[in-house]
């Protein structure tokens, strides 16, 4: 009889850590990066949510630039 190991499911807020560094990205640049280097195809507002999540934490910081938020760690 087989035993099933069920994986973790990664969550947004650790995808959207991944693609972060010192460069400031907006919401939708990470939405793109996020497909390009892994295939995750995750919806625009729940990136969003998530960045704030993380915000919110101290996780990540933002800027405000021409009236647009960009996140960076």
Not at 6 to 20: A, F, G, T, W
Not at 34 to 53: A, H, M, P, T
Request: hydrophobic letters at 35%.
């Amino acid at each position: 009889m087989e035993t099933k190991i069920k994986k973790q499911k990664i969550s947004v807020s650790e995808k959207i850590i991944k693609v972060l560094n010192n460069q400031p990205k907006i919401a939708e640049e990470i939405r793109k990066e996020l497909k390009d280097q892994f295939g995750f195809s995750e919806r625009l507002e729940d990136i969003r949510v998530n960045l704030l999540y993380l915000l919110r934490r101290e996780k990540v910081k933002r800027k405000k630039e021409n009236g647009v938020y960009k996140y960076y760690i």
